[in-house]
């Protein structure tokens, strides 16, 4: 049984850092990912990283300001996404979401595994 324990989320003000934790158990993993929604709005990409390679990808909107990392254990399914220079456009619900066949990191539908989500909020 594939489980995807998210951690991390809270109230912040903007220009405040948050770390996002995601444990994934229960198969092998090809990609691991963080995707957001927002209230009204679909679930949108944020940041990913293809297991095999450490290869990670990101959003135009968080490029420079987040960074997605796993544990240095490679033996732990542990990702983490670094939050830094928060904006209040960054307040959603934040995914954790998992792949265990060839995805393409960035798209939603190639995940079959997600998390239960963690709030983010950031105030102006």
């Known amino acids: 049984q594939v489980q995807l324990v998210e951690s991390g989320g809270g109230l912040v003000q903007a220009g405040d850092s948050l770390r996002l934790s995601c444990a994934a158990s229960g198969r092998t993993f090809t990609s691991l990912g963080w995707f957001r929604q927002a209230p009204g709005k679909e679930r949108e990409f944020v940041a990913a990283?293809?297991?095999?390679?450490?290869?990670?990808?990101?959003a135009d909107s968080v490029k420079g300001r987040f960074t997605i990392s796993r544990d240095n254990d490679n033996t732990k399914n542990a990702v983490y996404l670094q939050m830094d220079s928060l904006k209040p456009e960054d307040t959603a619900v934040y995914y954790c979401?998992?792949?265990?066949?060839?995805?393409?990191?960035?798209?939603?539908?190639?995940?079959?595994?997600w998390g239960q989500g963690t709030q983010v909020t950031v105030s102006s």
């Open positions: 979401a998992a792949a265990s066949t060839f995805a393409t990191p960035t798209r939603v539908r190639d995940y079959p595994y």
């Open positions: 990283m293809r297991w095999s390679s450490n290869y990670a990808y990101y």
